[in-house]
């Protein structure tokens, strides 16, 4: 390599000095002149933005980079061609990420959460800032493949080997701290809470697991998603989110007794035409069910399109290499000309539009304290709301004032059913809320 080309350089600021900030500075020191080979640039660190100076870090910081506790330096330096974003959070987040657009500096970033609460406002600065570049110069990137599911390179893929093709439904494992607790109350007979202590003590749930264990870390990714793989841009709060605090050890045993298991799963899927629906819920899989078989904290997203027909990506989530490894990849592309100017496969006014309600068979589960008429009184409902019962399900009662059973639909649609829980929870003899969770696919039962 010639001099010339080794004075080329792409210079980086990195907004958050954590664990994933950490992860990429250890990466692009540990091959360094590999990704000179690679891109024809040297890539160095100019500038590192943390919000605390006085924290401990547990990462060699660069000799030439500056440490600051101001990301308005990155912004300012005129240096910098692009800004790594891995601080978190939707607010200064935000900031760094417009302000660094506007500036005219490419940005990687990892927040799932702002891109899936701002992504048509990034998408249009994006748009605005490259309509207003000078002829023949190089278009500011904005990428983000950690965004979504950490070390698997979905977000690429949808954004290039699917450009051709029709894809019918996105769905897919794509929390790890959740995925982490229903194996272990599946395979090792764990309770809610047990399973959310042990992911706690490995690291996988936050202080506050609300996000995750509540479903809307996944519905921010599932967003993005069906952005990519339909072109719709919906409201989160539109998109039906149920989490799995209400699972309890007897919906595993039921899980069983049909041949399958029970996975926190987004699912965004053709139902017409001219219809999207998508969902954030447990789910009833039967064992054959390659998603099935995804175990502990990995992540897997199953694309099925009428050229490939179904392509499933497995790995790791979350965690601090697995998300600089993405992150490192978006930094290589940038730094080696690699130009994408739809990051998110923008296709102009489409056809399809999103509907919040969807057919499936579903798994409703009843608590109640026994007396007679209870499956009358179900039946009767059913039949009401114009849902066909598949199979009724009971294990042994142990207490006749606290006991549950299982009814399996045909499939119906969600609205049907909500209306029939309503319904059912009106009723005497039922103890609580009812549980109610979709079957992944229909041909499972």
């Not at 093709?165 to 959740?178: K, L």
């Not at 959310?196 to 264990?213: F, H, I, N, R």
């Not at 099925?304 to 600089?324: D, H, M």
Request: proline share 3%; net charge negative; charged share 25%.
């Amino acid at each position: 390599m010639s001099s010339m080309q080794l004075q080329a350089t792409e210079t980086l600021g990195i907004v958050g000095g954590g664990t994933v900030g950490g992860g990429i500075v250890e990466i692009l020191e540990k091959n360094r002149d590999l990704f000179t080979k690679m891109t024809g640039k040297e890539i160095n660190v100019a500038r590192l933005a943390v919000r605390d100076l006085g924290k401990a870090r547990d990462f060699d910081t660069p000799a030439t980079t500056v440490v600051s506790d101001n990301f308005e330096d990155i912004l300012v330096d005129g240096s910098i061609d692009t800004v790594v974003e891995v601080m978190g959070g939707t607010s200064l987040a935000k900031d760094v990420v417009i302000k660094s657009l506007k500036s005219g500096k490419n940005v990687v970033t990892a927040n799932k959460a702002l891109i899936a609460d701002c992504l048509v406002e990034i998408e249009n600065t994006v748009n605005e800032v490259n309509a207003n570049r000078a002829e023949g110069e190089k278009p500011v990137e904005f990428r983000y493949e950690a965004a979504v599911c950490g070390g698997i390179p979905i977000i690429s893929s949808l954004q290039g080997d699917f450009v051709g093709d029709e894809i019918t439904m996105c769905t897919g494992i794509i929390n790890g701290c959740t995925n982490y607790m229903l194996t272990e109350m599946d395979k090792n007979g764990l309770s809610y809470d047990e399973s959310l202590q042990g992911a706690s003590e490995l690291g996988y749930a936050e202080a506050d697991p609300t996000l995750d264990v509540g479903g809307f870390d996944a519905r921010s990714k599932l967003k993005i998603l069906m952005r990519l793989a339909f072109g719709i841009d919906v409201e989160e709060d539109e998109i039906s989110c149920k989490g799995i605090p209400e699972l309890t050890k007897e919906d595993f045993e039921y899980a069983a007794m049909l041949g399958g298991t029970i996975k926190l799963t987004g699912v965004a899927k053709k139902i017409s035409d001219s219809d999207v629906a998508a969902f954030v819920s447990p789910t009833y899989l039967d064992n054959s069910d390659t998603l099935a078989s995804i175990s502990g904290a990995t992540n897997a997203v199953e694309i099925q399109s009428k050229n490939l027909v179904r392509s499933t990506y497995t790995g790791q989530g979350a965690g601090r290499y697995p998300t600089a490894n993405s992150c490192i990849n978006d930094i290589i592309k940038v730094a080696r000309g690699d130009i994408n100017p739809l990051p998110f496969n923008s296709k102009g006014p489409g056809t399809l539009k999103f509907v919040n309600d969807f057919k499936s068979k579903f798994y409703i589960r009843m608590r109640y304290r026994d007396q007679n008429g209870i499956t009358k009184d179900c039946g009767n409902l059913c039949e009401e709301n114009n849902i066909g019962i598949y199979s009724i399900l009971q294990n042994p009662i142990k207490n006749r004032n606290d006991a549950c059973f299982v009814v399996m639909t045909d499939s119906v649609k969600l609205s049907q059913v909500k209306k029939f829980v309503a319904q059912i929870e009106g009723l005497d003899w039922c103890k609580g809320e009812v549980f109610f969770m979709p079957v992944l696919r229909d041909e499972d039962l």
